[in-house]
């Protein structure tokens, strides 16, 4: 398991890695000016955020047709559905880890959900951004 970003509870984070024997398993990374290069080659991402704005990661995570598992904070069903795109879980401990322990164990889930993040994806390329955006001021137009 990969960990990017920094936070309060690091230490503690690494403490428990330690403790846990886990330090040939889980690293961490800590902040990355480019985190591309660890998300290209993730087998899932994941977000665990009690609280969260429009996500650029997961939106980010999508475009490249990654598996992507959530706890259900604010933006996320607009962005994955209701589970549709991507796995929104309760946003606890257990629910968490029940969401991410179903892409791990299972490879055709995380098989189809990458399908979906790209077919999803789609809606933010460039492209179909400034269609939408040109769509939307021409009825503007048209209603004056």
């Known amino acids: 398991m990969w960990i990017l970003g920094d936070g309060q509870q690091r230490e503690q984070i690494e403490t428990f890695i330690k403790d846990n024997s ?7 990374f800590g902040f990355q000016k480019n985190p591309y290069p660890f998300m290209k080659v ?4 994941v977000c665990s955020s009690d609280y969260e704005g429009f996500s650029t990661f997961v939106t980010e995570g999508l475009i490249l047709g990654k598996p992507i598992v959530t706890t259900d ?3 996320m069903r607009e962005l994955l559905g209701n589970n549709e795109f991507g796995i929104v879980t309760e946003n606890s401990d257990e629910g968490f880890y029940l969401g ?3 892409f791990l164990s299972d490879q055709k889930l ?10 999803r994806g789609l809606d933010f390329h460039t492209e179909k951004l400034v269609q939408d955006t040109e769509k939307f001021f021409f009825e503007l137009q048209n209603e004056r």
Do not use: I, N, T
Request: glycine share 4%; proline share 0%.
């Open 22 to 28: 886990m330090s040939e398993y889980v690293f961490l």
């Open 42 to 45: 993730a087998d899932v991402l």
């Open 73 to 75: 904070c604010s933006g």
């Open 100 to 102: 991410v322990k179903s």
């Open 110 to 119: 995380s098989r189809y959900y990458s399908a979906k993040a790209q077919e």
